[in-house]
C-alpha cells in the first residue's frame, strides 16, 4: 500500500492505495474558508494550515481506512511545483514519517498527479493507464495539453499568461464572488435563461498560429465590460447571468480553438483517448464539450470524478504508482516551487 501526501496549495490531502490503484481512503481538509476573507490563497496561512491538519488527517486516515503503519510500504509526496512554505510542510512530514519508519519516499510532480487522475476513476478500482492519450490540464495554477505516451509525458502547449482557473478566479473576484471563483462563475452561468449576444468576448490569436493558451485578454476584457455595465455579484442578477455565462463560455472556447490546432498538427496515429483534468475540469460545460469534442472524433473520453478534478492526494498516490523507479532515500527528497 502506498500513502499520498498533497499540501501543495491550499488543501491538506492524505490517501490510501493498494497497488493496483484502488483507492482504500482520500481525505481532503480544506482551508478555503480561513482564505476567503482574503479572496484568494494567503501562503502564510497555508502553511499554518497544513501544518496544523497534516498529521491528524493522516491519523484519521489510516484509522478509517482500519489500516495500521505496518500496512504502508511506500509514501508518495508532493515536492512540486507549488507555494514553497505550503510544499515544505508536506514534505518534511513525509521525510520525517519515511526516514522513522524505514520506507522509501516517492516526490511527485503535482502536474504529473493531476494528468494521470482521469484514470482514478471509483472508489475500488482505477482504470488501467492506456498506451498513448492527450490530456488537458485545467486548474487555477497551469493550462496545457500534453501527450502521454507509455507515461512518458510531452507538453504542445501551455499558457503565455494566466491559467484558465486563475482566469476564473480573478474576474469573479472583480465583480465581488468569493474565492474559488470557477465554481461561482459556473453557477451563475446557469442562471436560467441566458442572452447569449449582450456581451462579446474576442478570440485571442498569435500570429505565428501558435497553439498556446492567453487568457490575459479575456481577462482585461471581462473586467472592462464589467465596469462598463455594472456587473456585480449583488447587481441584477440577469445581467451577472448573461456575463457569467459569456465570459465562462468564452475561456472553453479558447480551450477548444487550441485543442483543435493541436489535432490537426498531430501525425497519424493520434491518440485514442482524450483526458482532462485539474481544477476547471470540474465544469459541466468543460466536461460536455469536451465528451461532444470527442464523439465527433471517434476518440474515447475521461473525464475525472469530481472529487479527483481538484488537489487532491489519491491523484498523488497514483501518479507514485505508475513510476515505481522513482522511490528513494527519504532524505534526498526536496521542494521545489517550480518544476520544469
Ligand atoms: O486543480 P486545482 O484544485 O488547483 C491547482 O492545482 O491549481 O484547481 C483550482 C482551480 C481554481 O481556479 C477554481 O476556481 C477552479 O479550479 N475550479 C473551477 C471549478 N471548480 C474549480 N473552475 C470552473 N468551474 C468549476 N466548477
Ligand atoms: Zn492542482
Known sequence: M???IETSCDETAVAVLDDDGSVRINLIASQIERHQPFGGVVPEIASREHLQHLFPLITRALTDAKLSWKDVERIAVTAGPGLIGALLVGVAGAQGLAYGLGLPLVPVNHLEGHIFSPYLQREGASIALPERFLSLVVSG???SIYDVRRGIITMLNRTRDDAIGETFDKVAKFIGLPYPGGPQIEKHANGGRIDRKRFHFAMPQFNEKSADFSYSGIKAGAIRLARE???????????????CATFQEALID??????EVIW???????????????GVAANT???ERLSAWAAKREVIVRLPEKRYCTDNAAMI???ALQKP???TDPRRVSARSRVQ
Open 325 to 327: 523507479e522513482g522511490a
Open 264 to 278: 490537426s498538427q498531430l501525425e497519424t496515429p493520434r491518440p485514442t483517448e482524450v483526458a482532462v483534468a485539474g
Open 141 to 143: 495554477g497551469h493550462s
Open 229 to 243: 455595465h455594472g456587473i456585480s455579484a449583488t447587481g441584477d442578477p440577469q445581467l451577472l447571468a448573461d456575463f
Open 2 to 4: 502506498i500513502l499520498g
Open 317 to 319: 498516490a497514483f501518479a
Open 285 to 287: 460545460a468543460v466536461r
Open 254 to 259: 479558447q480551450l477548444f480553438d487550441r485543442l
